[in-house]
């Protein structure tokens, strides 16, 4: 839903009294063996900057419920919070074909409601990951989760382009209405089959209860418990992350929103003509994304790793190596084959992000990971206001290759920019405003006096993420296991 209309929009405007004066013709227009249709007879005569703010107004939602979606959700438990902002989300998208009929300002207030209700998916995601994911699972599920996005987008795209040539309603409004009631079926399964945490899933077994809780503590907070907003908001290892998740997000936004039009005005070849093409950057970061994540957990287990250096060698190659490709994508020329290969490894690369940065979100606060994640997903997802204005400014009415190039040498920079401060100053261990008031009278009962909980593992066969909820787990657990 949140990607349908990049796509969508194509059908839905009429290009052709705005399309001679913004192309390019410095490659050949049969360089690639493709052609390009100048002409569309959608139902709107939209102008490319509206376009530009239809398009944006997205983000003007999303980032707004990002922290309250994370104090929420952490206070009160992630799973209505998840569940209804998509359920709003889906009844919006069902409800778009009409608005954008009847007013494109009223089209824009949807886009930015559609906004606001997506905006708590990550942070109460991230804060029902504190509750459910034990540090030598952590990085797995959360790749997991994380490749829906993934798999969203690279199934949508060319799904999109199919309803708008051949779908009901009109073409382009069936779009909307096929996810909007996806969406909402999705709904009724997440309220059926999901729960907050594990003290209260009445169907798990008590061994795998019995794990969980001794490997992150009891996530079921019994007093309602104030977010260290000081604590987050001076944290180096916080402002790290969000170094990280800006640099990676520029890159992102920058090839998910703008590389449509590079390729269609100024390689005059319109990726939404090729279904998988348009799925190839989002399919690699899905694989990616699990690759990661499985030999991170590997290679925590066998100690090969400690955490905050899994995470560093994560990020560090999610943002470096697709900063490389991005700049490489400067030197391609009118080569249409390399440019869309560099374009989208810079996007597939991105994925192992999620064993990295993401992660250590859940890392260095379990019982706040929801806030700390709003205040985090906030920071980063300001790229997809920024990046598509620093592309328009740059190739507004100058659709050229040199302006393009600037485009590519930005969104490297950024992300390398962000690379560094993470390598540099980013952590994985728990901070000490990450401690409920429980977890702290846990360590302190749990301890005796020849022995307080320190940084050395219990068993040699595991890393110390927690020592506090091993000595939990070992000496004071009602449950046990036979």
């Known amino acids: 839903m949140r990607v349908n209309l990049s796509v969508a929009l194509v059908a839905m405007v009429n290009q052709t009294g705005h399309k001679e004066e913004n192309v390019s013709y410095e490659c050949p227009q049969d360089s690639n063996g493709s052609t390009v249709n100048t002409d569309s007879t959608g139902d709107f005569n939209w102008s490319p900057s509206l376009q530009g703010t239809i398009l944006g107004a997205f983000f003007y939602g999303y980032v707004v419920t990002q922290i309250p979606g994370g104090y929420l959700s952490g206070r009160f438990g992630g799973k209505y919070f998840f569940g209804l902002g998509v ?147 001076t944290s180096v290892s916080v402002w790290s992350m969000c170094a990280a998740h800006f640099g990676g997000s520029y890159i992102f936004y920058t090839l998910l929103t703008d590389l449509p039009t590079y390729l269609d005005v100024v390689l005059h070849f319109d990726l939404k003509q090729d279904g998988l093409l348009s799925a190839l950057p989002y399919i690699l970061n899905f694989i990616v994304n699990l690759l990661s994540g499985l030999l991170t957990d590997l290679l925590l287990t066998k100690q090969v790793w400690r955490v905050t250096t899994a995470r560093k060698v994560n990020t560090a190659f999610a943002l470096l190596l697709p900063a490389a490709c991005m700049f490489g994508a400067s030197f391609m020329g009118c080569d249409y084959y390399i440019g869309v290969g560099l374009l989208s490894l810079s996007t597939g690369l991105l994925g192992s992000g999620t064993a990295g940065f993401v992660a250590s979100v859940v890392d260095v606060a379990p019982r706040f990971a929801g806030s700390t994640m709003g205040f985090v997903n906030m920071m980063g997802n300001v790229t997809g206001i920024v990046a598509p204005l620093v592309v328009g400014l740059l190739t507004n009415n100058n659709n050229t290759q040199a302006q393009w190039n600037k485009v590519f040498y930005i969104a490297s920079s950024v992300s390398v920019l962000g690379a560094i401060v993470y390598v540099l100053f980013g952590k994985a261990e728990r901070e000490p405003w990450g401690y409920g008031k429980d977890d702290k009278l846990i360590t302190e009962s749990m301890a005796t006096p020849h022995e307080t909980p320190g940084p050395a593992p219990l068993d040699p066969q595991r890393p110390s993420w927690d020592n506090s909820s091993e000595v939990l787990s070992r000496r004071a657990s009602p449950l046990k296991i036979n």
């Open 87 to 233: 359920l709003t989300t889906g009844i919006l998208t069902l409800l778009t074909p009409l608005a954008a009929k009847t007013n494109v300002y009223l089209f824009i207030v949807l886009r930015v409601l559609e906004g606001i209700g997506e905006g708590v998916t990550y942070p109460t995601m991230h804060a029902m990951m504190g509750k459910w994911a034990p540090p030598l699972e952590r990085s797995r599920l959360l790749s997991v989760a994380y490749a829906g996005g993934q798999i969203g987008t690279a199934v949508s795209m060319p799904i999109t382009g199919y309803l708008c040539k051949y779908g009901f309603a009109g073409g382009w409004p069936s779009v909307f209405y096929v996810f909007g009631s996806f969406a909402c079926v999705w709904f009724i399964f997440w309220m059926l089959l999901v729960y907050d945490s594990p003290s209260v899933h009445p169907w798990i077994s008590e061994e795998e209860k019995v794990y969980i809780i001794s490997s992150i503590g009891d996530p079921v907070t019994k007093k309602h418990e104030s977010v260290p907003w000081c604590g987050i908001l």
